[in-house]
């Protein structure tokens, strides 16, 4: 029983490499929807939908467990999920605020964010519950997502335009930065070169990889060898080569799915 992610494009990768290191012996199944990429820039509806289809997709493989490893699907549609397949274990992936809330010294963060994330209920909430007293700045930046997808080096041109959409965590003071898209620890050394030595990155991609492992380990087997199967709603050759670089392993080999629906 494979153990199925799925992320609107290649950021959900992050995800899984923390999860191949931990179960190194499990089959996995990743869907990178990079056709419709990203999603959070797209509407509560579309989101409910395009989840709903990749989540059946993966149950069509086999999957019990499936990673919903895109913020903007979880902090949106992930109880949907969970109510429509009561069968399925669901792992969700959420913006780091909480700890960044809880281990501020300057009653400060910064979350780095796409739009549908920065409107989801279970954003909100969190924020709300963990923020009294505290100052959060939400930083919308839909443009990272991008540069990941796109697979292209940090540039002269993009470390400038890095630093620019960084400036808010410098000028309000700011010693806790939240990466709340799993494309976003991709971009993690350029984004730490932007920043001063006293700013914490918040990266939850181990400990999600943790709940995967506890949830793995209770209810299914193990291989000999972990089997890594790609899909892609995008042009599959090119996602080989991106998946290959990302996750630093040879020989990729992505199926293409449709853009629009998987019936």
Not at 115 to 142: H, Y
Not at 144 to 161: H, N, P, Y
Not at 182 to 202: A, G, M, Q, R, Y
Request: proline residues 4%; glycine residues 8%; negative net charge.
């Amino acid at each position: 029983m494979p153990i199925g992610v799925f992320d609107s494009g290649v950021g959900g990768l992050s995800i899984l490499k923390a999860s191949i290191k931990r179960l190194p012996h499990t089959d996995f199944i990743y869907i990178a929807d990079s056709a419709n990429c990203p999603w959070g820039e797209k509407d509560k509806s579309f989101i409910k939908r395009r989840a709903y289809q990749l989540t059946e997709f993966l149950i069509s493989k086999g999957a019990t467990v499936v990673v919903v490893a895109c913020n903007s699907a979880s902090v949106n549609v992930i109880e949907y999920l969970r109510g429509s397949f009561p069968d399925i274990r669901f792992v969700g992936v959420e913006p780091g605020i909480k700890p960044a809330l809880t281990n501020t010294k300057s009653g400060t963060v910064a979350v780095l964010v796409t739009r549908a994330t920065s409107r989801g209920d279970k954003f909100l909430d969190t924020m709300s519950q963990f923020g009294k007293n505290k100052r959060v700045i939400t930083i919308i930046a839909p443009q990272l997502v991008d540069w990941v997808e796109e697979g292209v080096d940090i540039s002269f041109c993009r470390k400038v335009s890095m630093e620019e959409i960084l400036d808010p965590v410098i000028t309000n003071g700011a010693d806790q930065l939240a990466l709340g898209c799993t494309h976003f620890p991709f971009l993690k050394d350029c984004i730490s070169k932007c920043l001063p030595e006293n700013v914490t990155i918040v990266d939850t991609s181990d400990a999600v990889a943790k709940q995967v492992q506890k949830i793995a380990e209770s209810v299914m087997d193990t291989n000999e060898d972990g089997h890594l199967s790609f899909y892609t709603s995008g042009n599959p050759r090119t996602a080989d080569k991106l998946i290959a670089r990302l996750i630093s392993i040879d020989d990729v080999t992505c199926e293409q799915i449709e853009s629009g629906g998987l019936g």
